[in-house]
């Protein structure tokens, strides 16, 4: 690759139960580089973090567990009982989190110039920010699948799975975003396949 300023790092997203992560370890396994935004998060969110304070002070210390850390579950259940507080966790987290992605990506790039670099990012339309990345992926499934899935992940019932899946994005409007589109809804073969004919196109990008 070259050097360029001007190169952006891959973004892949989808919606929950998706099957992202999936993905994401397909591109890994062709050669790419993979970045968790999750992961990252996680960090960012540490106990006593500038980024879990500021949600303390919005949502207050029913998120925290015994421990002093974020209580996903809770988080969750407010951000199911809130059609506000959904944008009011990003808005709180985005100056925290947004820096600490483009540095992993920036010394990712350059540490290995060359390699496709992309970054999973479950919440890339829903921040607002998807110029940060290009080209950007978009894992589809059908709704009804997605809720499906998540039911049998969680253990919840449909109108649960239902609100949680609602909370994002829906899908068809990020597939109106995407540059490709990979439909993870037939078998693990098919998928793959798509996987690595995008892949072949990010190669002549990162590698031009």
Aim: glycine letters at 6%; a neutral charge; hydrophobic letters at 40%.
């Amino acid at each position: 690759m070259s050097c360029c300023s001007h190169l952006k790092p891959a973004g892949l997203t989808g919606g929950i139960a998706s099957g992202k992560t999936t993905v994401a370890a397909m591109f890994a396994k062709c050669g790419a580089l993979t970045i968790n935004t999750d992961v990252i998060a996680a960090d960012v969110l540490q106990s006593g973090s500038p980024a879990l304070t500021a949600l303390v002070n919005e949502f207050g210390d029913r998120i925290l567990d015994t421990a002093g850390a974020l209580d996903r579950r809770t988080m969750l259940d407010i951000l199911l009982s809130d059609s506000t507080a959904l944008q009011k966790q990003l808005d709180i987290l985005q100056p925290y989190l947004l820096p600490e992605i483009d540095r992993t990506v920036q010394n990712a790039m350059k540490s290995e110039p060359g390699r496709v670099v992309i970054v999973e990012a479950p919440l890339l339309f829903e921040y607002g920010k998807p110029e940060r990345y290009d080209p950007i992926i978009v894992v589809s499934i059908p709704r009804h699948l997605q809720v499906t899935r998540l039911m049998k992940r969680s253990g919840k019932d449909k109108t649960w799975a239902s609100a949680v899946v609602d909370l994002q994005w829906p899908l068809f409007e990020k597939e109106k975003h995407a540059d490709y589109i990979i439909y993870n809804d037939s078998s693990p073969e098919e998928t793959v396949l798509q996987v690595q004919r995008v892949y072949a196109e990010l190669l002549k990008r990162f590698t031009r």
